[in-house]
């Protein structure tokens, strides 16, 4: 069974367009993360929701606006998609600080 | 405060040993190590907490040095499957904010 599971694998879509990308956790945590990775690998931190609430909302444009309906469940949609939001978005969740952080396989955006 | 890795990149053969370093300017509350390899998501591989203590996972270890605000990995006895990129993240408070390293690609090679 998967244990973070993010939907879809790939999405390549033109600019302007909006997009979600959906993550669900059976591991039972309680907290839940999206991070942005470029073409260079950097690791970015967007948002931490703990028990479907915000709790890091780092400098992310207006555009991208996370949802957490349950405590397993987030999802990232994305308004006026840019070129530069071209990246691997992954989610991850955590029992919460200090525990060990499990990836979902991440989601390949390609903006064209 | 994203954390300063280094070497960027290592090559090594099969049986040799690295270390990977990572350093903060701020005081820090954990250091989780991660191991990504090409295509696949990170993977984690030990955390150290406050206490300067040292963790192994089979010939990898790490150590924390509170003092000096920095971390190291030690791969020891390297194997192929040792290759990817390694990812230091560190948390300055318990505030579920994880700031990763830039990686170190870790190439071992027969």
């Known amino acids: 069974d998967t244990a973070v599971s993010q939907t879809p694998k790939y999405l390549v879509t033109q600019m302007g367009n909006d997009k979600s990308i959906k993550c669900e956790q059976n591991l039972g945590h309680d907290t839940m993360y999206w991070y942005k990775q470029d073409s260079k690998k950097f690791l970015k931190i967007m948002f931490s929701y703990n028990n479907k609430e915000l709790i890091i909302n780092e400098t992310v444009p207006n555009r991208f606006s996370p949802k957490s309906p349950d405590k397993a469940h987030l999802n990232l949609h994305i308004n006026s998609l840019e070129l530069g939001d071209s990246a691997v978005y992954f989610c991850?969740?955590?029992?919460?600080?200090?525990?060990?952080?499990?990836f979902g396989n991440g989601t390949r955006l390609t903006v064209t | 405060q994203q954390p300063v890795q280094s070497p960027q990149a290592v090559i090594l053969r099969e049986g040799e040993d690295a270390v990977i370093n990572c350093s903060s300017s701020k005081a820090l509350y954990s250091v989780h190590w991660y191991r990504q390899k090409h295509g696949e998501a990170p993977v984690f591989l030990m955390i150290?907490?406050?206490?300067?203590e040292q963790k192994g996972h089979e010939k990898i270890s790490a150590s924390f040095n509170e003092k000096k605000q920095q971390s190291s990995l030690y791969l020891t006895a390297s194997q192929l499957s040792y290759s990817g990129t390694y990812f230091c993240?560190?948390?300055?408070?318990?505030?579920?904010?994880?700031?990763f390293g830039a990686g170190t690609t870790v190439t071992v090679r027969a």
């Open positions: 991850a969740s955590s029992y919460g600080t200090s525990s060990p952080l499990h």
């Open positions: 993240g560190t948390e300055i408070t318990n505030d579920y904010k994880l700031s």
């Open positions: 150290l907490l406050k206490g300067g």
